[in-house]
Nanobody
Framework: QLRESGGGLVQAGGSLRLACAASVRTFNAYTVSWFRQAPGKEREFVAAISWSDSSTVYADSVKGRFTVSRDDTNTVYLQMNSLKPEDTAVYYC?????????????????WGQGTQVTVSS
């Protein structure tokens, strides 16, 4: 039900915009989060946007560089600026109907397949 797009290869300091598209009509009823997983590491929380008021939460490592947003076309975006090599990972979106903006992976019922982001130094 979720499909990520927009990943790719970019140089350090560059930007990418990821998109998470849903196949449900009521995507605005879902809290949507972005997670990422680098090789050999656990999947970690990146950012979340609430279903109720579109409030946002960010991991400390991306604050001030990444912005999560949503539009009226069942899509949530992750704008990533000032990218660093340590941002290299597979990025996943996850959704939880009427859920809180939580970093806990177990709270999310739906996951995408992921999109690779590679930042070269």
């Amino acid at each position: 039900q979720l499909r990520e797009s927009g990943g790719g290869l970019v140089q350090a300091g560059g930007s990418l915009r990821l998109a998470c598209a849903a196949s449900v009509r009521t995507f605005n009823a879902y809290t949507v989060s972005w997670f990422r997983q680098a090789p050999g590491k656990e999947r970690e929380f990146v950012a979340a946007i609430s279903w109720s008021d579109s409030s946002t939460v960010y991991a400390d490592s991306v604050k001030g560089r990444f912005t999560v947003s949503r539009d009226d076309t069942n899509t949530v975006y992750l704008q990533m600026n000032s990218l660093k090599p340590e941002d290299t990972a597979v990025y996943y979106c996850a959704a939880n109907r009427f859920g809180a903006t939580t970093a806990r992976r177990a709270e999310y019922d739906y996951w995408g397949q992921g999109t690779q982001v590679t930042v070269s130094s």
